[in-house]
T-cell receptor, first 116, second 116 residues
Framework: NAGVMQNPRHLVRRRGQEARLRCSPM?????VYWYRQLPEEGLKFMVYLQKENIIDESGMPKERFSAEFPKEGPSILRIQQVVRGDSAAYFC??????????????FGDGTRLSIL | AQSVAQPEDQVNVAEGNPLTVKCTYSVSGNPYLFWYVQYPNRGLQFLLKYITGDNLVKGSYGFEAEFNKSQTSFHLKKPSALVSDSALYFC??????????????FGTGTQLKVEL
């Protein structure tokens, strides 16, 4: 499967724990985007990364949330000290190397985070 | 700032009848417009896009959409609906030329239900 791979598909954490969500982009893609989908809502942009660089983090909460996309390995969305309000589906998308191109973003199946 | 409105939470249509899912947008510059479909517990699948050129865009699974600049609309259409088209549909906009960057802004989604 050459699509966007996210793991885990489901993640359960207790309040105060850390959550790590992983995303491997499609082969040949070096642009990664993270979105959050709350119940009964559309997707909200969080962060846009290229290899080793954060390009746009205008949608990221100021505290507890961080993202990286290292030179080797998947992109990681990290949520520290999780709270109940962090419960949501987190989607990763990737696009090709043409920067500000008109190519669509391709989405993974998401990680559904539940906070107890 | 860019925004998308999907005025209908749900659209019901009989199989074999034409369907329309409405979308209007607001951007500062020229929009890139996209339609995605989401099935339960899955990620978003790309259906079609409008970047420039012909206002009628054809996409996957027999769907098409018409870009109307004067009405700032990008309605999704299909001449003959199938039960298997039942899913959640999202319209999205990107405005890369006036500060929107590569991020997608999504509408809140329209649940399409096709009945026999």
């Amino acid at each position: 499967n050459a699509g966007v791979m996210q793991n885990p598909r489901h993640l359960v954490r207790r309040r105060g724990q850390e959550a790590r969500l992983r995303c491997s982009p499609m082969k040949g893609h070096s642009h990664v985007y993270w979105y959050r989908q709350l119940p009964e809502e559309g997707l909200k942009f969080m962060v846009y990364l290229q290899k080793e660089n954060i390009i746009d983090e205008s949608g990221m909460p100021k505290e507890r949330f961080s993202a990286e996309f290292p030179k080797e390995g998947p992109s990681i969305l990290r949520i520290q000290q999780v709270v109940r309000g962090d419960s949501a589906a987190y989607f990763c998308a990737s696009s090709d190397d043409r920067g500000f191109s008109n190519q669509p973003q391709h989405f993974g199946d998401g990680t559904r985070l539940s906070i107890l | 700032a860019q925004s998308v409105a999907q005025p209908e939470d749900q659209v019901n249509v009989a199989e074999g009848n034409p369907l329309t899912v409405k979308c209007t947008y607001s951007v500062s510059g020229n929009p890139y417009l996209f339609w995605y479909v989401q099935y339960p517990n899955r990620g978003l699948q790309f259906l079609l896009k409008y970047i420039t050129g012909d206002n009628l865009v054809k996409g996957s699974y027999g769907f098409e959409a018409e870009f109307n600049k004067s009405q700032t609309s990008f309605h999704l259409k299909k001449p003959s609906a199938l039960v298997s088209d039942s899913a959640l549909y999202f319209c999205a906009v990107r405005d890369p030329y006036t500060g929107g960057g590569n991020k997608l802004t999504f509408g809140t989604g329209t649940q399409l239900k096709v009945e026999l």
